[in-house]
């Protein structure tokens, strides 16, 4: 059974900061690897997908890795803005379902 | 392209009642997914349909059902209501291949 598991639970930087969040999954025979950011009381804007054939994906300031081997996927935020400030998800998939599993989240607030 | 939609926003409802909610995928998407989001059990998998069959179940009650229909539309039905049910529900639809997902703002369900 795949667990998702996300550290820490919360975050806090200064505006300007580059910054990592984590991600670790249990089985490393996932499909997808997704990153969701969520506005408090909004859906889920997706940000970044990996394929499991891949290593890395970029889109603009974010930058998402996927390592299977370690089971561990990273978000990568450069310069962050106090508009960065939400909760980020990562969810993975795994062949024949589109199910996704998600971890908890890490609630980011950038400080102007 | 218009995105995921759901309707209604928000609905409150009494302990025993029962509640449908709808979701219209991204046009030419034909997966939909259902999820649960509380604060204490995070997004939780609810069901996943494609093509007008359930193709996936979460470890739900009896009391949760769904269904699809030809033009991908989803609804979801929650039977003789319990405080526990409340909570945001949302759904997502992707294309062919397991890819991208995509959520709607969800449905804020409160049971009093």
């Known amino acids: 059974k795949q667990e998702v598991t996300q550290i820490p639970a919360a975050l806090s930087v200064p505006e300007g900061e580059n910054l990592v969040l984590n991600c670790s999954f249990t089985?490393?025979?996932?499909?997808?690897l997704q990153w969701f950011r969520q506005d408090p009381g909004k859906g889920l804007t997706s940000l970044l997908l990996?394929?499991?054939?891949?290593r890395e994906q970029t889109s603009g300031r974010l930058n998402a890795s996927l390592d299977k081997s370690s089971g561990r996927s990273t978000l990568y935020i450069a310069a962050s803005q106090p508009g960065d400030s939400a909760t980020y998800l990562c969810?993975?998939?795994?062949?024949?379902?589109?199910?996704?599993?998600f971890g908890k989240g890490t609630k980011l607030t950038v400080n102007p | 392209k218009a995105g995921v939609t759901q309707t209604p926003r928000y609905l409150i409802k009494t302990r025993g009642q029962q509640v449908t909610l709808s979701c219209s995928p991204i046009?030419?998407?034909?997966?939909v997914s259902w999820y649960q989001q509380t604060p204490g059990q995070g997004l939780q998998f609810l069901f996943e349909?494609?093509?007008?069959?359930?193709?996936n179940k979460g470890n739900f009650p009896g009391r949760f059902s769904g269904r699809q229909f030809s033009n991908s539309r989803s609804e979801m039905n929650v039977s003789t209501l319990e405080l526990g049910d409340s909570a945001l529900y949302l759904c997502?639809?992707?294309?062919?291949?397991?890819?991208?997902?995509?959520f709607g703002p969800g449905t804020r369900l409160t049971v009093l």
């Open positions: 997502a639809s992707s294309g062919l291949g397991y890819n991208e997902q995509f």
């Open positions: 089985d490393s025979a996932i499909y997808n």
């Open positions: 990996i394929q499991s054939s891949q």
């Open positions: 969810a993975a998939t795994q062949g024949g379902s589109e199910k996704l599993v």
């Open positions: 046009s030419g998407h034909r997966s």
């Open positions: 349909y494609f093509s007008e069959t359930q193709r």
